[in-house]
């Protein structure tokens, strides 16, 4: 059987099909082809997995993507509150960091694993869907519509907007309370991203290796902060810094700790190694995606937690700590301007924050969408055709648009009170948790179920159960004792928003995919689509 019309624009397909029980169509462009059998067991000629875009990915533009993507906003903004959430416990405190970087490597090689079983774009989608096939749909239908929801980058453009603002001179009170300037400055960086992405995936990948570039040496700066202040930072006053040298100082707390406390402080944290697993969002977008992950990953996670922990012992040395806690979100560029002097460190060092969280902001969007992208081609949702299309610049604009609108619409809401960034890391980390937990577990069964199957890298079973041991820990640990630690009023408790958002997706797989056609009597049948472009894509038809 031949297909008909065949456009030349598109990848060639092959023109021997066989037919299946399962009647679904397979149409190209808007040409509509033969009844046939499952996707997985068509023979088109080409990978359906692959992108239009095509891999152009090496291993130093992964590092950029990888350590872009970690060191953002997050060392420079939370390591305040996480400071006050250990009490003011130095011993705590690094504790907290360092088990943080522990599980991050363990999540790292969690994800380096299936990865290598799954190496196409789509990440913890693909993960899970290969994993939690019962019930029917649920699992693809809820993450899918959760990602979605969830795709923004809010809380980096907030520290970007903040670090503008007090680069530019404005004191730290009308930054981090009087105003949500740094807001819209966010709302209009993310904007411009989105622009940028989504008429040239080239031009989008240049300025952002550009930048990455610009980052790596930033890190290097910041990886010798700590050794300055050990070495040749003295204050002028009285107060003693809040790490001077004597055991009894770091043993020593400052607030009560809780469990509460503690949870909050680690996910915080864990939220700054955030990145590790993103990078896998656009596995058929990378050049040998198994070996240059397993370069790449390892490396970028170890430049990271070098700078971070320069960067604590920078913190520490420099700040009292009533100074430290006051300092908030603005304590990465307070510090700067201790160290340097208000021209130089105000100014210069504010400025290549900002540029870090700019730089984090590239990829975080260019992530999303193609998260957004490989979500719509489910077809699941309402205008997945167009949400998942590359039109009219090859690039998926209609999901870079979308990333840019709820990210935007976020930081109008928000309130311009300093709490509104540690809840929205707190909530993201808390539902980030879930998914790290589900697949955690996930991989355990996956080996059992694909015991022929060997990977090329292996994560440590050691290892993957301490993050379903910290995982379990994290998701019941901000229910025991108070969560004023990311509170914001008018707005239910970090953990309980995040459950919320994802029952609200799962409530949505059970009312379209359950529910309604058994009440109407219908069943939803699947369709292959290829565009244009070359695109395979799904949609959902009702059949009486």
């Known amino acids: 059987m031949e297909l008909l019309d065949q456009d030349p624009l598109l990848p060639k397909k092959s023109t021997d099909l066989e037919l299946g029980s399962t009647e679904e169509s397979v149409r190209y462009g808007s040409v509509s082809s033969i ?33 872009s993507r970690i060191v953002g906003s997050g060392i420079f903004a939370t390591p305040s509150s996480i ?12 504790g907290v960091w360092c088990f943080a970087a522990l599980m991050a490597f363990a ?9 290598s079983l799954i190496p196409r774009s789509g990440g913890r989608k693909n993960f899970l869907e290969a994993v939690y096939t019962k019930p029917d749909k649920m699992m693809s239908v809820t993450f899918t519509t959760f990602t979605v929801l969830m795709g923004m980058a809010v809380s980096n453009a907030i520290v970007f907007g903040k670090y503008v603002l007090y680069g530019l001179g404005y004191d730290e009170n009308f930054v981090n309370q009087n105003s949500k300037a740094c807001n819209y400055i966010g709302a209009a960086l993310v904007i411009a991203i989105a622009g940028v992405h989504g008429t040239s995936v080239k031009g989008g990948v240049y300025i952002q ?48 700790v809780t469990v509460s406390s503690i949870t909050t402080a680690f996910i915080q944290a864990f939220f700054c190694f955030a990145g590790w697993d ?60 201790r160290l340097l002097g208000p021209n130089l460190g105000r100014k210069l060092i504010t400025f290549g924050i900002a540029l870090s969280a700019g730089s984090n902001l590239f990829v975080v969007v260019y992530s999303v969408s193609r998260m957004n992208q490989e979500c719509f081609r489910e077809g699941f949702l309402p205008f997945s055709r167009f ?30 009170s300093g ?55 994290l998701l019941i640990g901000p229910f025991i004792g108070s969560q004023n630690e990311a509170a914001v009023r008018h707005l239910p408790p970090y953990p309980v928003t995040a459950l919320l958002l994802i029952c609200s997706c799962l409530s949505f797989w059970f009312v379209k995919f359950v529910v ?21 894509m799904m949609s959902w038809h009702k059949v009486f």
């Open 107 to 115: 999540g790292l090689y969690l994800f380096l694993e299936f990865g």
């Open 419 to 473: 709490g509104a960034y540690s809840y929205l890391v707190a909530m993201e980390g808390y539902a980030n948790q879930i998914i790290i937990l589900l697949v955690a577990v996930g991989l355990f069964i996956y080996r059992r179920k694909n015991s022929d199957k060997k990977a090329e890298i292996r994560a440590s079973s050691a290892g993957v159960v301490a993050l379903i041991i910290l995982s379990t820990y």
């Open 209 to 256: 290796n550009l930048l990455g570039a610009l980052k790596l040496f930033f890190s290097l700066v910041i990886s010798c902060t700590g050794v300055y202040a050990m070495c040749f930072f003295r204050r002028n006053d009285n107060e003693a810094q809040i790490l001077s040298g004597s055991w009894q100082a770091a043993f020593q707390t400052h607030d009560q």
């Open 387 to 416: 949400m998942a299309s590359n039109k009219p610049w090859g690039a998926p604009l209609p999901s870079l648009t979308l990333c840019a609108f709820i990210t935007s619409l976020w930081l109008v809401l928000l309130p311009s």
């Open 516 to 536: 309604l056609p058994k009440l109407l009597g219908y069943s939803l049948k699947r369709e292959v689509d290829i565009l244009d472009d070359g695109l395979v």
């Open 83 to 94: 400071f006050v959430g250990c009490g003011g416990s130095s011993v705590l405190f690094f």
């Open 278 to 337: 993103n990078v896998h969002s656009v596995a058929s977008e990378i050049k040998n995606p198994v070996r240059t992950l397993k370069i790449a990953g390892p490396l970028s996670l170890g430049i990271s937690l070098l700078c971070y922990l320069s960067l604590n012992v920078a913190y520490l040395r420099v700040f009292t700590y009533d100074e430290f806690k006051a300092a908030g979100p603005l304590a990465g560029s307070i510090l700067f301007t």
């Open 35 to 67: 009844r046939t059998a499952e996707l997985a067991e068509l023979n088109l000629g080409f990978d359906h997995h692959e992108v239009p875009q095509g891999r152009h990915l090496g291993i130093f533009s992964t590092i950029v993507l990888f350590v």
